[in-house]
């Protein structure tokens, strides 16, 4: 029988030419938590513990599919989001650190206000809407999704996390046919934006295994879906609401120009924790 420790070398070993040893070292973290009940911190005092042969094939399992690049939050099928986790599966991108700051920023822009109505474009894992519905004070939120499969997720992720939303799945290009008259006091998306130009400066295990449809836009027309979902602001958020976006951070004076050439004011670009141009806040005029 093996001890714990002879599985983080095992994975510091196999995993080398992949991540590096930083990242290992989280991961093996992260796994021994989900598999054994295992905190981090308690790692040290449970290192020379014998490993159970049922245990140590799930190890062997989850660190094959680690070796092909297979993402750990799909492998365990969770994500951490602002603080709870999140169902993920290959239908649905794996939530991102930015996205977390474009959520914060909603959530302290708008502490003190109540019965919000909040919709969120391009649902995902409902990380947006569910975290917002958690945190904005009797919020009603909406989201949308064109991925049957996202809003399943989305769904389960929201009455796990006891949050109550609105799901929609409909295809956001098409939104004249899909809304009527619902106005919204906070319009969210954060829309697919990446061009296939950006291919090749991006990660093999995303390529490989998130899914297009919440990733890439055509060449052609990279601020698509900006100019679209700003249109739909135009009719449907209310007087003074406020337009968020999660943004290419290559583009962001031009997305900025689109938002302001449509009529918003006090339009801001946010940068992100890294320096990069990461969020577009604007307001409806009245
Ligand atoms: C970048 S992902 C964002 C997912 C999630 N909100 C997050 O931040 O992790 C974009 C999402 O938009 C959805 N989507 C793509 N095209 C769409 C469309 N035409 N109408 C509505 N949703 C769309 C994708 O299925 C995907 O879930």
Known sequence: ?????DFELSFQHELATVYDKEEIKSIFLLVIEELLNIKRIAYQLKKDDL??????ICFQNILRDLKKNRPIQYILNKADFYG???EVNESVLIPRQETEELVDLIIKTHATSTNLKVIDIGTGSGCIPIILSKHLKQAQVTSVDISKEAIETAKKNAQR???????INADIL?????FSDQRYDIIVSNPPYITPNEKQY???NVLAYEPELALFIEESAPLIFYDVISSFALKHLAPHGDLYFEINQYLGPETKDLISKKGFEQVQLIKDINGANRIIHAKKKS
Do not use: K, N, P, T
């Not at 490993?51 to 140590?56: I, L, M, N, R, W």
């Not at 098409?174 to 899909?178: A, F």
């Open 1 to 5: 029988m093996r001890i714990l420790q």
């Open 51 to 56: 490993v159970a042969e049922s245990d140590a």
């Open 84 to 86: 709870e986790f999140f």
């Open 161 to 167: 996390l006891g949050e109550a939303i609105h799901f």
């Open 174 to 178: 098409e939104w004249d046919y899909v």
């Open 202 to 204: 991006m990660q093999q």
